[in-house]
C-alpha cells in the first residue's frame, strides 16, 4: 500500500501542480473517518468531524495561493492522486488496526521493506535508467530524505497510532503544509499572504481541539 500509494504520489504530481495535489491529499482525514468506523468500529464523534472538516479548510486556504485552477481538468492527475490519498487513508487505518501487536520498529521494517520491493519492481518494469545509481551525492541525498521522511517521521507516527483513534490520527497529516510554509517563511524567505497565514491558524485550532477531545476520552495526543 505504501509502495504503491508512494508511485501514486510521484506520477500525481508529474501530472498537477504541487498545489492541486495537496488539494486532494489534505481530504485524507476525511477518507480515514468512514473506515476508521467500517472497519475499527471507532466512534465518531461531531467534534472531530467539526475539526476535521476545519483543518481541510485551512489547508485548502495554506496551498491555494498560485494555484493553476486548469490544471485541475488533467484527469491522471486527479486519479493519481486520489488512489495515493486513499492508500495513505488504508495505511493509517490497518495500522492503528495491528498497533500493538508489534514494535513500532519491527512494524516500520516490514512495510519498508515491502514498500522497496514494490518500488523496484515499478522501476524495473517501466525500464528507467539507473543514472542516479552512479552518482553519490544523488543517492546520499535520497538516503537522508528517505531517513527523515520514510524513517523517522513514520516510526513517530506509528507510535502515535498505539496512543490515539485512527479518525483523530488523520488530522495531524494537516500540519505538513503549516509546517512547509513556516519553514519556506524562515529559511526561503518566501512571502506568506494573509490567506495562507490565516488557513494555518485555523489548522492549528483545528489540531488543537482534536487533541483536547483526546485528553478528555483519556487518550494520549500523538
Request: glycine share 12%.
Amino acid at each position: 500500500i505504501i509502495g504503491g500509494g508512494s508511485i501514486c504520489t510521484i506520477l500525481a504530481l508529474h501530472f498537477m501542480t504541487a498545489s492541486e495535489a495537496s488539494l486532494i491529499f489534505a481530504t485524507q482525514p476525511v477518507i480515514v473517518l468512514p473506515l476508521a468506523w467500517a472497519f475499527l468500529r471507532e466512534r465518531v464523534t461531531a467534534g472531530v468531524i467539526l475539526c476535521i472538516i476545519a483543518a481541510v479548510l485551512g489547508v485548502i486556504g495554506i496551498v491555494q495561493t498560485g494555484m493553476d485552477i486548469g490544471s485541475l481538468n488533467r484527469p491522471l492527475g486527479i486519479g493519481f492522486a486520489i488512489v495515493s490519498t486513499t492508500c495513505a487513508a488504508i495505511y493509517v487505518v490497518w495500522m492503528r488496526h495491528v498497533s500493538g501487536g508489534a514494535a513500532p520498529v519491527l512494524s516500520l521494517l516490514a512495510l519498508q521493506s515491502v514498500a522497496l520491493v514494490v518500488a523496484i519492481s515499478a522501476w524495473r518494469l517501466a525500464g528507467l535508467p539507473g543514472g542516479m545509481l552512479g552518482d553519490p551525492l544523488a543517492l546520499a541525498a535520497a538516503a537522508v530524505t528517505g531517513a527523515i521522511h520514510y524513517g523517522a517521521a513514520f516510526l513517530f507516527y506509528l507510535v502515535g497510532l498505539e496512543r490515539i483513534e485512527a479518525s483523530k490520527a488523520g488530522i495531524y497529516l494537516s500540519l505538513v503544509p503549516v509546517f512547509t510554509v513556516g519553514l519556506a517563511f524562515l529559511w526561503l524567505g518566501e512571502v506568506l499572504t494573509p490567506l495562507q497565514m490565516a488557513g494555518g491558524a485555523l489548522v492549528l485550532l483545528a489540531v488543537s481541539g482534536v487533541a483536547l477531545l483526546s485528553l478528555r476520552q483519556g487518550e494520549k495526543p500523538a
